[in-house]
């Protein structure tokens, strides 16, 4: 399944300022999804919103949760399910 994730922290749990914080959390989490075999199709960050933005493709809720453990305790992470909008649109036209 492929998920939109949001991770919305705040200026206070921003480790924007010190490097060695910011290494070790966001700067790790990619690497943390993969090593849980999640499929990153996608990453963005909003820096003065303090938001990041990832679309990830795995059929484990747990390879999510144990993926996002470097930012988990930075913020809060939504997780929504979504699919292809051409493809939902294509299925519904045909009666499925």
């Known amino acids: 399944m492929i998920f ?3 991770h919305t922290h705040n200026e206070l749990t921003c480790p924007i300022h010190d490097p060695e914080t910011l290494l070790n959390s966001f700067g790790k ?3 943390s999804l993969e090593n849980e ?3 990153i199709i ?3 960050v909003d820096g003065p919103g ?3 933005f990832f679309v990830i ?3 484990s809720a747990d390879a999510i949760h144990n993926g996002l453990k470097p930012i988990i ?3 809060t992470a939504r997780i929504q ?3 292809d909008m051409q493809a939902r649109i294509q299925d519904i036209a045909a009666g499925n």
Do not use: K, Y
């Open 73 to 75: 305790d930075r913020g």
């Open 4 to 6: 939109h994730v949001t």
């Open 57 to 59: 493709e795995t059929d």
């Open 81 to 83: 399910p979504v699919t």
């Open 29 to 31: 989490a990619l690497e």
């Open 37 to 39: 075999s999640v499929n």
């Open 50 to 52: 303090h938001q990041l």
């Open 42 to 44: 996608g990453a963005w």
